[in-house]
């Protein structure tokens, strides 16, 4: 079983910047895609932005520009670098890693909250 353990959230003023990152409780192998979704109070989650195992990477229109997905495969640890950050990204973002199909499963992180206001 694989853990996914989030760091970096916390609170920000509008137009601040965050980093976040997840890093996996071991080596993890052969993957689908790595990435990010969020989940404001009273909506969905919702994908924030993922990295494949080509390289490859998708971003929600909301945050395009502003945030950016990264991997170090070697060390089973995804980033999400978040600038320009507004009031309505607030949420808990958490972490996945998708490895359906290479014998593993869809993991889920706990979440890691953020928080932009004045």
């Known amino acids: 079983q694989v853990q996914l353990v989030e760091s970096g959230g916390g609170l920000v003023q509008p137009g601040g910047s965050l980093r976040l990152s997840c890093a996996a409780s071991r080596s993890i192998g052969s993957f689908n895609a790595m990435g990010w979704y969020r989940q404001a109070p009273g909506k969905q989650r919702e994908l924030v932005a993922i990295i494949t195992t080509l390289g490859i990477t998708n971003y929600a229109d909301s945050v395009k520009g502003r945030f950016t997905v990264s991997r170090d495969s070697a060390k089973s640890t995804v980033y999400l670098q978040m600038n320009s950050l507004k009031p309505e990204d607030t949420a808990i973002y958490y972490c996945?890693?998708?490895?359906?199909?290479?014998?593993?499963?869809?993991?889920w992180g706990k979440g890691t909250q953020v928080t932009v206001s004045s």
């Open positions: 996945n890693i998708d490895r359906r199909g290479w014998g593993g499963d869809n993991y």
